[in-house]
T-cell receptor, first 115, second 116 residues
Framework: NAGVTQTPKFRVLKTGQSMTLLCAQD?????MYWYRQDPGMGLRLIHY???????AKGEVPDGYNVSRLKKQNFLLGLESAAPSQTSVYFC??????????????FGPGTRLTVL | AQTVTQSQPEMSVQEAETVTLSCTYD???????LFWYKQPPSRQMILVIR??????QNATENRFSVNFQKAAKSFSLKISDSQLGDAAMYFC?????????????FGTGTRLQVTL
């Protein structure tokens, strides 16, 4: 099992450019999440999904959009990147039916720099 | 809204010694889960230990154990026989029992150094 994977691992954008981060999980998890990690602030939830075709806003959703067209994939989009979106982005997933609902498993992160 | 506070930005411990990392949280819920995650320089978030609030017994995973004080809303992590590989950022996290999606609230982290 690969667990949770993220593509790409690093990316540099110019202000105003767009990009999509891809998260994939092979654990048949229902729930998926996108977090951002900034120095001194821990991880903050951007958006999450409780199932295929559903998404919801987290703590810091502005400037981001997400889609969950397939159960195993969760995409995070930046339509017009801003320097304030320079961060490390983590994807996570949790909950297989019949399993413990509470433990999240994280991908390796994507370091994004917006110039 | 729930909050998680880690008041120790940095801690240091000698190899083979014991260290305790502090975490406090604020919630009005009676049932919830608490976690400690480790983030080494590789950036990978690794689950260290989890505690269900309804369980009075403190969780233990090998050299890692917690001191869960529900009334005081305190959830400290004890690392025994510290090893060089324990050097990392440690994050405390809270997850409410009710509602969907297992949303986590994280503290700001404690950086642990392990010295020879």
């Amino acid at each position: 099992n690969a667990g949770v994977t993220q593509t790409p691992k690093f990316r540099v954008l110019k202000t105003g450019q767009s990009m999509t981060l891809l998260c994939a999980q092979d654990m048949n998890h229902e729930y998926m999440y996108w977090y951002r990690q900034d120095p001194g602030m821990g991880l903050r939830l951007i958006h999450y999904s409780v199932g295929e075709g559903t998404t919801a806003k987290g703590e810091v959703p502005d400037g981001y959009n997400v889609s969950r067209l397939k159960k195993q994939n969760f995409l995070l989009g930046l339509e017009s990147a801003a320097p304030s979106q320079t961060s490390v982005y983590f994807c996570a997933s949790s909950y297989s039916p019949g399993g413990p609902p509470d433990t999240q498993y994280f991908g390796p992160g994507t370091r994004l720099t917006v110039l | 809204a729930q909050t998680v506070t880690q008041s120790q930005p940095e801690m240091s411990v000698q190899e083979a010694e014991t260290v305790t990392l502090s975490c406090t949280y604020d919630t009005s819920e009676s049932d919830y889960y608490l976690f400690w995650y480790k983030q080494p320089p590789s950036r990978q978030m690794i689950l260290v230990i989890r505690q269900e609030a309804y369980k009075q017994q403190n969780a233990t995973e090998n050299r890692f154990s917690v001191n869960f004080q529900k009334a005081a809303k305190s959830f400290s992590l004890k690392i025994s026989d510290s090893q060089l590989g324990d050097a990392a950022m440690y994050f405390c996290a809270y997850r409410g029992y009710t509602g969907t999606a297992s949303k986590l609230t994280f503290g700001t982290g404690t950086r642990l150094q392990v010295t020879l």
